[in-house]
């Protein structure tokens, strides 16, 4: 586990906001699509630290013993970006209901948190198929812009993000928007779309929507093997509620993948 340094804060969009960062250990980590880390947000009057340990059950066992009223918050964050030591993290913005929200609204350069991955253990490669199709929400933007960077020249490809309004959308060419404001939803517009020939699948964001278009996708004949899935968030849910049956299936099915 290491320390990360606020370097720099940009409001990418009125819901969106740009942080860099800097910390031990950063510019000896490799850099791949869709890298996945823990950050941990300091309770008021309490520390971002935890344990040195670089084991993940020593530092995780570590960091369940604190008490409670002291122990940071941790979320999980997808990295935008990695390069020369400096860490890009996207928060997005959705009012006062969550520590990571409430943090980056008023981050400043030299604010610290903590940070443990990410660890290539969890990098999954790019699928092979004539047809790539990606599907998110704002949360899943961060990974969707850093796959479509890595696509080989030529490579066909479908990406879906649904956002507020239009006023949300990044500099990500190729994504077709999905705007809540127009009355659509990233469900009913990616079912919409016909995927001839082979086809890999990457979808994130919220759980339930993740589930009913890995079911879409599945019932179209893409094999369950090539399609990547992971539930960021929960309708009404917080990281720090207990799982429910559908989130420890899911749970179950990347760890299978990933034993693969």
Known sequence: MSLLTVTGVTRLTPRTTRVTFTGDGLADLGTWPDQQLKLLFPKPGGSAQVSDAADVGTWYQAYLALPEESRP??????????????????????????????????????????????????ARPLGTADLLVFAGDETALPAIGSLLEVLPHGQRFLAFAEVADPGE????????????????????????????????????????????????????????????????????LTQ???????DLAEAQERIAALNE
């Open 169 to 236: 959308e990044q500099d990500l060419p190729g994504v077709r928007w999905v705007h809540r404001s127009a009355g659509e939803d990233l469900v009913s517009v990616v079912r919409q779309v016909e995927v001839p020939g082979s086809v890999w699948v990457w979808l994130a964001g919220e759980a339930s929507a993740v589930r009913a278009l890995r079911r879409h996708f599945v019932g179209l004949g893409v094999s369950k093997e090539d399609i990547e899935f992971a539930g960021y968030w929960r309708r009404d």
């Open 73 to 122: 918050w941790m979320r999980s964050f997808t990295v935008r970006a990695l390069a020369d030591g400096v860490l890009t993290v996207d928060f997005v913005l959705h009012g006062d209901h969550g520590p990571a929200a409430r943090w980056a609204a008023t981050a400043r350069p030299g604010d610290v948190l903590g940070r443990f991955g990410p660890s290539r253990d969890y």
């Open 240 to 246: 720090d509620d207990a799982p429910t049956a559908d």
